[in-house]
């Protein structure tokens, strides 16, 4: 079975700074690789996803990942955040050809001014 | 989310009694899926369907049953609600595997007393 860790549940960072969430992830097969994020009190909504190709990743509102397969990572990235980048990130794994998706248990950004 | 309904938002009950949490769906998508969210555990996958009745557990599956009569609707009962069942409920959808993506809805808040 897959699964996937969030090695930073918690990330302050000052607004216009960059940020950096981290996503390990353990499987015996190939995967794809998903994030979300959460804003207060709503549900979840899709960032970005690697499927196949190029290892880097351009998702909604600036935020890239890249895919690292002999470290089994995929950090998200965002060169300079937001006040209303505040919010929660999950990092997410479905095996190829499956269709169940597994959670890290989230990173929470908090951006200050 | 467009396309995607939960029903309640906010639900309190007592100890002992049934709860029925629905999920409607416009996509007619094949896949749905209920996942809870607990801190410090992201989203777990309690059962999912891939067609009307199909179902099959997840990895948070005691205490839960799930059914679906039809494509766009799937309920989620806990037989006899638990302290430990108080979190919020997210209904997913899917229209094939994992690179298709998945839509969430808004999430059921319920609190056992």
């Known amino acids: 079975a897959q699964s996937v860790t969030q090695l930073d549940s918690q990330v302050p960072v000052f607004e216009e700074a960059p940020v950096e969430l981290r996503c390990n992830y353990s499987s015996s097969v190939s995967v794809y690789l998903f994030w979300y994020v959460q804003y207060p009190n709503q549900g979840l909504q899709l960032l970005l996803k690697y499927l196949s190709g190029s290892t880097l990743v351009k998702g909604i509102n600036g935020f890239e990942a890249e895919f690292n397969k002999s470290q089994t990572s995929f950090h998200l990235r965002k060169p300079s955040v937001h006040i209303s980048d505040t919010a929660e990130y999950f990092c997410?794994?479905?095996?190829?050809?499956?269709?169940?998706?597994?959670f890290g248990a989230g990173t929470t950004v908090t951006v200050r001014a | 989310d467009a396309g995607i309904t939960q029903s309640p938002r906010h639900k309190v009950t007592e100890t002992g009694t049934p709860v029925t949490l629905r999920c409607h769906q416009t996509?007619?998508?094949?896949?749905m899926y209920w996942y809870r969210q607990d801190p410090g555990h992201g989203l777990r996958l309690i059962h999912y369907?891939?067609?009307?009745?199909?179902?099959d557990k997840g990895e948070v599956s005691d205490g839960y049953s799930v059914s679906r009569s039809k494509t766009e609707d799937f309920l989620l009962t806990l037989e006899s609600a638990t302290s430990s069942q108080t979190s919020v409920y997210f209904c997913?959808?899917?229209?094939?595997?994992?690179?298709?993506?998945?839509?969430f809805g808004s999430g059921t808040r319920l609190t056992v007393v």
């Open positions: 997913a959808i899917s229209s094939g595997t994992g690179n298709y993506g998945y839509t």
């Open positions: 996509e007619n998508h094949r896949y």
């Open positions: 997410a794994v479905s095996v190829i050809n499956d269709y169940k998706l597994s």
């Open positions: 369907s891939y067609g009307v009745k199909d179902t």
